[in-house]
């Protein structure tokens, strides 16, 4: 049976979720108490991304799906780069989580990739799509050429009125 994903919403609430684990990690907060959640929370992530990127990779037909990729493609940049200041230690917790070091720049090579993956579906579908609304230089040309023809004809009528 199939059923309706609402990919906007999940992305956001991913990027929610994402914002907080960040955010606390910067807070001084004891990691006997919080590495269990925080890990979670983590492999969560990076656990529905990869599922959200498969469906979406799977249903080329799929209404909006361009927008919907170009909108998992800043949650997964977002949490790439938080799995790197992850694993440096930058955010805190990096002795209570070095037993999972490994599989943090795992999922942060695969998450790597995954935007390399969005960035040629993206282009494959429609590669002119960010540069549509691009007036050519031709049409500027054109544009500029009929103005200046106006301003011209004005010049003369102002001409012949002053005259």
């Given at each position: 049976?199939?059923?309706?994903?609402?990919?906007?919403?999940?992305?956001f609430?991913?990027?929610?979720?994402?914002?907080?684990?960040?955010?606390?990690?910067?807070?001084?907060?004891?990691?006997?108490?919080?590495?269990?959640?925080?890990?979670?929370?983590?492999?969560?992530?990076?656990?529905?991304?990869?599922?959200?990127?498969?469906?979406?990779?799977?249903?080329?037909?799929?209404?909006?799906?361009?927008?919907?990729?170009?909108?998992?493609?800043?949650?997964?940049?977002?949490?790439?780069?938080f799995?790197?200041?992850?694993?440096?230690?930058?955010?805190g917790?990096?002795?209570?989580?070095?037993?999972?070091?490994?599989?943090?720049?795992?999922?942060?090579?695969?998450?790597?990739?995954?935007?390399?993956?969005?960035?040629?579906?993206?282009?494959?579908e429609?590669?002119?799509?960010?540069?549509?609304?691009?007036?050519?230089?031709?049409?500027?040309?054109?544009?500029?050429a009929?103005?200046?023809?106006?301003e011209?004809?004005?010049?003369?009528?102002?001409?012949?009125?002053?005259?």
């Amino acid at each position: 049976m199939a059923s309706k994903v609402h990919y906007e919403d999940n992305l956001f609430f991913l990027h929610s979720i994402l914002r907080t684990v960040e955010s606390g990690l910067r807070l001084d907060v004891d990691a006997e108490y919080f590495r269990d959640k925080v890990l979670e929370d983590v492999f969560f992530i990076d656990a529905t991304l990869m599922r959200m990127f498969s469906s979406l990779k799977e249903n080329p037909y799929l209404i909006n799906r361009a927008s919907y990729l170009r909108s998992l493609r800043r949650t997964v940049v977002a949490f790439s780069d938080f799995l790197e200041q992850f694993a440096r230690g930058d955010l805190g917790f990096s002795d209570a989580v070095s037993a999972y070091s490994e599989r943090l720049t795992t999922a942060q090579h695969a998450h790597h990739q995954v935007r390399k993956e969005i960035d040629l579906i993206l282009d494959q579908e429609d590669p002119d799509e960010e540069t549509a609304s691009v007036v050519s230089s031709q049409e500027y040309g054109f544009l500029l050429a009929s103005d200046e023809e106006n301003e011209d004809e004005d010049d003369t009528t102002d001409n012949a009125a002053g005259s």
